[in-house]
């Protein structure tokens, strides 16, 4: 069987045309099989969704209940025929729920890891490695020069920035997905015990990781009476990057402003942002990560969806492994890293 | 080295000199000797390593790595000692990851002074496969020079006073006269040691400053215990020649004496010279400011330059003569000796600012309406019996500037702020009516307004955009919509870099005219009527078509 007769790439997302589903597809379709629950790969409009709990909650949270027509409970690990081809999700690492999917007919097996990183990340379970003759990898972060620093070594650094600036409000960009709970969770691993005040729009997802069993500790809403904004000096207050262009960023006195992202590694991105305190954190694998989850899973061949798909396939190249770009449209390359 | 790389990491994304201020002095606590002076000269850019060429960093890398894949990262980066820390694989045979090595910044500077320039590639590299990422672009920055983080050398030496409890000028003072890693400075401020005694030849001596004349001032000020001076467009100058030492300072105690070689080979006299520092025209007349800015900031000038752009002294004061320091005597002491002193220098070189004659404050404000020469861009009044203190004393020197020029320009692009203004729309282009009836930009401005004006203009732009590009909103400007800032500046110049052809001297913002339709707004034709004559043989034929 050639691997294109069992997943193909169409402008709706990648196709599996024996089960005739879509994996992650950016339009509505009859049948999706969803990675994860970040906007770019869950959208509304299907006539099913199949995903994890995880991820068919979060769904519905972000885009009400009647975001599909009909939807499909799977734990990873169990094995569910769709049409002529078994399907299994795995664990991915990269945010709640998240998962990779493998696809399998007649013993030739395709991995389709969506976003993915191998860092360990309490909020989350981690990424399976799981062989098939195809992986198709993200590549995100997919240029030598992304080698993540230790997350909790970034979680000190606004440590330490909250003892050096006692009397500033240190604000922090995170994304409402994973990154926000993943901050806390690193925050309370570096010894912060104290309240993180969060923004009306994580309030949801983190109560929701909370109900899931993932102990995120006191976090009380970052809403101000007018004239009070000294009340947030010296605490850590997170919000949504959408919330630091509007009006929000003015309640707090002397605010710092920082951002959690695997984009801060480079300075004239944080420079763009204008932010004060960058910090390196990320929901995806850096090249060191990629690189050595290719080596590892040793599949035959590599296909590399969004990010910076040359480097990646340059690298494969250069290390004498069949590789190919797959050119999928419409996942954003800095939508929710 | 990794507590070194923080602090510069902190710097370079840190606005607010309160916010820099903070960090180095925490730097200088916690960093040990000679780890903190080394880390102190190296952002005061008093440590010279120039070790490696840029271009050999990355043939340093591209051994290491596929050099497509190098290109494609650089590509994104943008900066190569960056590119280059970022991507610095472990060298063959060591293990994944590297044990954690932590090299002090005192030794990683040894090492790199120890290496010869031929030796230097390899030791850079080496140094390279010890180092974690943030280190790698501190060492590189510093191998290469191109540190920057923001940070004057009179930032830095604020830090050191307030790190030691000292006053800035005691810093100043003795600065000169101490190098890297300045292993005694450090003893006195933590209080293990004796104060430094300045051991430089020619030293720098912190400078006095004038206060801005307030309204009611003059009426509490009598004429007669006051002389009065032009205030020259040019910059402040310390012109220092003692114990066989030539050096000229600005007025924070930057050694500029490298971009000014002809006047300080005149400095043949044994004295210390305040002064204002300009550059002539062939015909002897002062240039503009922007003639000046010609010889500003190089390391080196050319012959060409110092022939096209005469650097000359207008000497204001007289601070030590003859081994005799002055600065505690009365201003009219001093001046009489700089007047002796002057007699005697070189005239095509130096010349007093002369003493204006004022019996009253109307003559002095009929003087500052009407100044005989547009490089004067005000006045200034001393007392009579003021000493020479470092600082601005209050009651001892006024200036009076010169009403700015001021235009009413069209909003037309905001720009979103940093730090405490992110979420605001704080930084705005402005622009004139063209013949056409198009308004062309002819500068940014980003302050003189209050928070409350800010609110008011940033609401303004929210509700008015017509296009967004990232951080920057095209808002609404149109004959009968729009908003009209009146915009005041210092001065203009002509600017091949702006697409009006004029560029403005600290341009601000200095009312809101929310009452003036857009299209009673100036023209560009009004502003280039401003524009100084060009100077004889030059520049006529850049004028605008
Ligand atoms: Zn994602």
């Known amino acids: 069987m050639r691997p294109a007769d069992l997943l193909q790439s169409r402008p709706e997302g990648l196709y599996c045309p024996p089960g005739d589903f879509f994996i992650d597809p950016v339009r509505p379709v009859a049948r999706a099989l969803v990675t994860h629950a970040h906007s770019d790969h869950a959208t509304s409009g299907h006539g099913a969704v199949l995903a994890t709990r995880e991820t068919l909650d979060i769904m519905a949270i972000r885009m009400g209940e009647g975001f599909a027509g009909s939807v499909q409970p799977l734990r990873y690990g169990e094995r569910v025929a769709i049409g002529e081809v078994a399907t299994t999700f795995h664990p991915a690492g990269h945010v709640l729920g998240s998962a990779q999917i493998e696809v399998e007919r007649g013993g030739f097996r395709i991995v389709a890891a969506g976003d993915y990183k191998r860092t360990p990340d309490p909020t989350c379970a981690a990424f399976e490695p799981v062989r098939g003759d195809v992986f198709i990898t993200e590549a995100t972060f997919g240029l030598p020069v992304f080698r993540h620093p230790e997350p909790l070594a970034e979680a000190g650094r606004l440590l330490q920035s909250l003892t050096q600036f006692p009397e500033r409000t240190h604000l922090i960009g995170v994304y409402a997905l994973g990154k926000a709970q993943r901050l806390i969770a690193l925050l309370r691993a570096a010894g912060h015990d104290g309240p993180i005040f969060v923004h009306g729009a994580l309030r949801r997802l983190c109560d929701y990781y909370a109900e899931r069993g993932v102990a995120l500790g006191d976090l009380p809403d970052a809403t101000i009476e007018r004239g009070r904004s000294r009340d947030f000096a010296g605490q850590i207050v997170l919000g949504p990057p959408s919330a630091f262009a509007s009006a929000w960023v003015r309640r707090f006195a002397d605010p710092l402003i920082g951002f959690a992202s695997g984009w801060m590694q480079v300075r004239a991105r944080a420079r763009q942002r204008g932010v004060e305190l960058p910090l390196v954190i990320s929901d995806h694998c850096d090249w060191t990560e990629l690189t050595t989850t290719i080596d590892e899973l040793d599949p035959t061949e590599v296909w590399v969806t969004h990010g910076r798909e040359e480097a990646l396939v340059r690298w494969c190249s250069l290390t004498g492994r069949p590789a190919r770009p797959l050119h999928l449209v419409g996942y954003e390359d800095e939508a929710e890293d | ?545």
């Open chain 2, 1 to 545: 080295m990794r507590r070194f790389a923080d602090l510069l990491e902190r710097l370079a994304f840190t606005p607010a000199r309160n916010g820099k201020l903070r960090l180095i002095v925490d730097y200088l606590r916690e960093a040990p000797d000679p780890d903190r002076g080394w880390g102190i000269a190296a952002i005061t850019r008093d440590l010279k390593l120039d070790a490696v060429k840029p271009a050999l960093l990355r043939s340093l890398a591209t051994e290491r790595v596929d050099a497509e894949l190098f290109a494609l990262s650089y590509d994104f980066v943008g900066d190569l000692a960056e590119t280059v820390a970022l991507i610095w694989p472990p060298a063959p045979g060591l293990p994944t990851p590297m044990p954690a090595s932590d090299p002090s910044l005192g030794e990683v500077i040894d090492t790199l002074h120890a290496a010869s320039r031929r030796e230097a590639p390899q030791v850079v590299e080496r140094l390279l496969d010890r180092l974690g990422g943030s280190e790698r672009y501190a060492l590189l920055k510093l191998v290469t020079g191109g540190l920057r983080v923001g940070v004057s050398a009179r930032l830095a030496k604020q830090a050191l006073a307030d790190f030691g409890g000292v006053d800035v000028t005691e810093i100043e003072e003795l600065w000169h006269g101490l190098a890297p890693p300045y292993q005694p400075l450090f003893a006195w401020l933590d209080g293990d040691g004796e104060k430094p005694v300045s051991a430089a030849a020619a030293p720098f001596r912190p400078v006095m400053l004038a206060h801005a004349l307030g309204e009611r001032d003059l009426d509490r000020m009598a004429p007669g215990d006051f002389v009065a001076e032009w205030k020259w467009d040019g910059i402040r100058v310390q012109a220092v020649s003692e114990a066989g030492g030539r050096r000229l300072y600005s007025r924070t105690g930057d050694d500029i004496s490298g971009a000014f070689p002809d006047l300080v080979a005149a400095l043949d006299f044994d004295a210390a010279i305040d002064g204002e520092l300009l550059v002539r025209r062939p015909n002897g007349s002062i240039a503009t400011f922007s003639d000046l800015q010609q010889r500003l900031n190089r390391k080196t000038v050319s012959a060409a330059q110092l022939r096209r752009y005469p650097a000359h002294l207008r000497a204001y004061d007289l601070l030590q003569a003859d081994g005799r320091d002055l600065r505690p005597e009365p201003f009219e002491t001093r001046r009489a000796a700089l007047e002796a002193l002057s007699a005697r220098l070189d005239p095509g070189r130096f010349d007093l600012s002369p003493l204006l004659p004022v019996e009253s404050w109307e003559d002095l404000a009929r003087l500052r309406a009407a100044p005989p020469d547009p490089v004067i861009e005000g006045v200034m009044l001393k007392r009579r019996d003021s000493p020479y203190v470092p600082g601005r004393p209050k009651g001892l020197w006024f200036k009076w500037k010169r009403d700015p020029h001021v235009i009413d320009a069209v909003l037309m692009y905001a720009q979103r702020g940093h730090g405490k203004r992110s979420g605001y729309y704080s930084d705005y282009t402005f622009g004139l009516w063209t013949s056409d009836g198009s308004l062309a930009p002819v500068g940014k401005a980003y302050f003189g307004f209050t928070d409350e004006e800010l609110e008011q203009i940033d609401r303004w732009v929210r509700a008015n955009t017509t296009e967004r590009f990232g951080p920057v909103r095209a808002v609404r400007a149109e004959p009968d919509h729009g908003l009209v800032l009146e915009v005041a500046f210092e001065g203009l110049a002509r600017s091949t870099r702006h697409r009006s052809g004029v560029a403005m001297r600290f341009p601000r913002i200095s009312r809101l005219r929310w009452d003036k339709p857009p299209g009673e707004a100036d023209t560009l034709e009004t502003l280039e009527a401003l524009l100084p004559e060009p100077p004889q043989g030059l520049g006529s034929s850049r004028s605008p078509a």
